[in-house]
């Protein structure tokens, strides 16, 4: 199995854990990767049921295995993290107690070579988080106009130099198409000026990133994803999200900070009944890993954690 250390173990675990005490319980895990987090949740909270999903039927086989010891607590699904009202009803469940986000890619797919989510040594241009969707990496790099490469590159992955990379792109794959990560991290590295090269950690993190996000879609699924998970809570239930770049944690902090807001001018006096948040937030702005988690687990060190809890029922919130 590829290492995994979950991130901010603790703190989710102590997040999610006060209304998983009831016999009958359930926390949706909506991205359950290697199963870090749920083992340490199942073991933390003996009454509850997990509801693990991810798109990567490799990561569910792996988390099938680490999570053999809890077998009758656990439920796992071959969903995207957006589907959660779909996958909640065809188990049965109206309402869950919480629903936890750990965004971005796993451990498993940034040590699989094969998997072509890293820049850092040659491999083929895939990076689909779930292998059965049809477009890859490659098809993006090698089928794009310079106008839409250059716009993935500067919306998701905030490259300065988005259009020279783009451009480069374009020219070089008339010669040849694309196929692996090395080529491309090369022509990268050359279409950014020298200067811009000895700042910023790796020069092609920024495009790989990009692509990334567009090949799966994750950005379009987590602005659905979100209004669906806070949806789903019952009153108590939490929602708790771990991001890992700019975009993502944005997005978490719009969509949590619109739910937790009344929806009354804010120069009241006092907010009437029926008109407060039906959410509160549970962390002040975001939070993140220790110095000593960073050292131990750098990929940590990105890490924003967001959570909100709620207080009103739910109404027909989110489609």
């Not at 009958?24 to 509801?51: K, N, Y």
Request: glycine fraction near 6%; include cysteine; charge should be neutral.
């Amino acid at each position: 199995m590829a290492s995994h250390i979950p991130v901010l173990l603790d703190r989710v675990v102590a997040l999610v854990a006060p209304p998983l005490q009831e016999e009958g319980s359930v926390l949706f895990d909506a991205t359950l990767g290697l199963g870090g987090h749920a083992e340490a949740v199942l073991t933390r909270c003996p009454r509850a049921h997990v509801i693990g999903v991810d798109r990567d039927t490799d990561a569910l086989e792996q988390s099938r295995e680490r999570l053999r010891p809890f077998a009758g607590r656990v439920t796992l699904v071959h969903a995207v993290y957006d589907e959660i009202p779909t996958v909640l009803a065809d188990l049965g469940h109206h309402l869950v107690d919480g629903v936890l986000f750990d965004l971005g890619v796993s451990s498993m797919q940034l040590d699989v070579r094969e998997r072509g989510f890293a820049y850092a040594e040659d491999a083929p241009l895939d990076m689909r988080m779930d292998a059965s969707r049809q477009v890859t990496a490659a098809d993006v790099v090698n089928t794009y106009s310079a106008a839409d490469l250059a716009r993935v590159l500067r919306s998701y992955g905030e490259e300065r130099f988005a259009r020279r990379i783009a451009e480069s792109i374009v020219r070089e794959r008339e010669r040849e198409p694309f196929r692996t990560s090395a080529r491309l991290v090369e022509l990268i590295r050359d279409a950014i000026p020298a200067p811009a090269r000895r700042t910023g950690g790796h020069p092609a993190k920024r495009t790989f990133q990009a692509l990334r996000i567009e090949v799966n879609e994750e950005l379009t699924v987590l602005h659905r994803a979100l209004p669906r998970a806070m949806a789903a809570i019952g009153v108590g239930g939490r929602v708790v999200v771990m991001s890992y770049h700019s975009l993502e944690d944005r997005l978490v902090k719009q969509a949590f900070t619109a739910a937790t807001r009344s929806d009354l001018p804010p120069d009241l006096p006092f907010v009437p009944a029926g008109h407060e948040p039906r959410l509160r937030l549970l962390t002040r702005g975001a939070e993140v890993a220790s110095e000593q988690e960073i050292e131990a687990n750098p990929r940590a060190a990105s890490v924003r954690l967001r959570a909100v809890e709620r207080i009103r029922p739910p109404t027909q919130e989110a489609a």
